[in-house]
């Protein structure tokens, strides 16, 4: 993962945890458990499935790099 990718996923991660920090004061304010539970499944469920995404990639670049390479000393 490069620099600027990195970044951006650090935001949203900053972001999805400021959401998730929001959501738990309320339920203490409101004195409701069950305030904005849907919105945390989805963030937390979005965030692994993103983490989940980007090792896939990460295996696929890997995986054809080392492909590329074998070539090379093929040919």
Do not use: W
Not at 11 to 33: F, G, N, Q, S, W
Not at 40 to 59: F, G, I, K, W
Request: contains cysteine.
């Amino acid at each position: 993962m490069n620099g600027s990718t990195s970044k951006t996923v650090q935001k949203r991660l900053e972001e999805a945890m400021a959401c998730l920090e929001y959501l738990e004061t309320e339920r203490v304010l409101r004195d409701d458990p069950e305030f904005g539970k849907l919105v945390e499944q989805r963030t937390v469920s979005r965030e692994l499935l993103e983490l989940e995404m980007q090792d896939a990639e990460e295996r696929i670049t890997r995986m054809c790099a080392a492909a590329e390479h074998a070539l090379s000393l093929l040919a």
